[in-house]
């Protein structure tokens, strides 16, 4: 069946600008992370959607980053007024039970 | 809080020479471990999974780990290394924490392999 998809794969943006990252998780997975992965690092936990419970935001790096979920489905995540630190491959995973299955990521570039 | 480090940053080996890929986790108790893989430009792919059944579990692409608590590892392993092997591992540990599985990441593990 189809996987975790994720759009735009690449997005290049000035600083300053707001950017909307989106996720489309596996049909049927109740759970929804986003992850940030700094070049050469391992992946950064950012939001935690279970169903219709409120998110665990815990991640969230500044007062900048927002996401929702709408419809226990699709998921955007929203940077406002980008920095150039927030350059990174961000991640979105969906899951049932333990096993998490990653999305391809979104590039996002901060120039 | 639990946390994984991975040994090596880089791991060079030739084609058709053994792979060891270095973890060491910590945890107030017994973990569930994993093992993901990153091709460049690609997702990340769930190689295998420790969940306290057998401690040498087998995952796929010949790879396979073995769990030792004694000495709190978990290292990636396989016989023999394929050109397509080459990629970026991640020892992973997941901890339970606000009602869910959190996973933590290691910083990752860089694979290549020679001809």
């Known amino acids: 069946g189809a996987g975790v998809s994720q759009s735009p794969s690449n997005k290049v943006t000035e600083k300053g600008k707001d950017v909307e990252l989106r996720c489309d998780p596996i049909?049927?997975?109740?759970?929804l992370y986003w992850y940030r992965q700094r070049l050469g690092q391992g992946l950064e936990f950012l939001i935690y959607f279970q169903g219709n419970s409120a998110p665990d935001k815990s991640g969230l790096p500044s007062d900048r980053f927002s996401a929702e979920r709408t419809g226990g489905s699709v998921s955007t995540l929203t940077i406002q007024r980008t920095q150039q630190e927030d350059s990174a491959v961000y991640l979105c995973a969906s899951s049932e039970l333990s096993t998490q299955y990653f999305g391809p990521g979104t590039r996002l570039t901060v120039l | 809080a639990q946390s994984v480090t991975q040994l090596d940053s880089h791991v060079s080996v030739s084609e058709g020479t053994p792979v060891l890929l270095r973890c060491n986790y910590s945890s107030s108790y017994s973990p569930s471990l994993f093992w993901y893989v990153q091709h460049p430009n690609k997702g990340l792919q769930l190689l295998l999974k420790y969940t306290s059944a057998a401690t040498l579990v087998k995952g796929i692409n010949g790879f396979e780990a073995e769990f030792k608590k004694s000495e709190t590892s978990f290292h990636l392993t396989k016989p023999s290394a394929h050109m397509s092997d080459a990629a970026e591992y991640f020892c992973v540990v997941s901890e339970f924490s606000g009602g869910y599985n959190k996973l933590i990441f290691g910083a990752g593990t860089r694979l290549a392999v020679h001809p």
């Open positions: 049909s049927g997975h109740t759970a």
